[in-house]
């Protein structure tokens, strides 16, 4: 059973910078897609951002466009999001999540089998 573990979430204030880290155990992931969603007290998970197996794919929801940056490491075996101009909006925890093989949807958090435990996010203004 794949294991995933965030880390780098934090404080920051509005317009500041944070990169996410996602880092597996019990098996790589070196070709899976793997994605961002976050989710926000009292609301339901949302997608953010998705990359495929090698990195040469990207997919990001219209709300983080040119914000955003979701990256790997195959040879590291981490997933980054750097995220920058942040906003208080972006304010929640953040998830790390691998898609089932045979997957269709880069958004869908039904096609993710795989989650981290999540990171907290928070943006003041």
């Known amino acids: 059973q794949v294991q995933l573990v965030e880390s780098g979430g934090g404080l920051v204030q509005a317009g500041g910078s944070l990169r996410l880290s996602c880092a597996p155990s019990?098996?790589?992931?070196?070709?899976?897609?793997m994605g961002w969603f976050r989710q926000a007290p009292g609301k339901e998970r949302e997608f953010v951002a998705a990359?495929?197996?090698?990195?040469?794919?990207?997919y990001y929801a219209d709300s983080v466009k040119g914000r955003f940056t979701i990256s790997r490491d195959n040879a590291k075996n981490t997933v980054y999001l750097q995220m920058n101009s942040l906003k208080p909006e972006d304010t929640a925890v953040y998830y790390c999540?691998?898609?089932?093989?045979?997957?269709?949807?880069?958004?869908?958090?039904?096609?993710?089998?795989?989650w981290g435990q999540g990171t907290q996010v928070t943006v003041s203004s």
């Open positions: 999540a691998r898609r089932l093989t045979g997957g269709i949807s880069w958004s869908d958090k039904r096609e993710y089998n795989y």
């Open positions: 990359i495929s197996g090698i990195g040469t794919s990207t």
């Open positions: 019990g098996r790589t992931f070196s070709t899976d897609v």
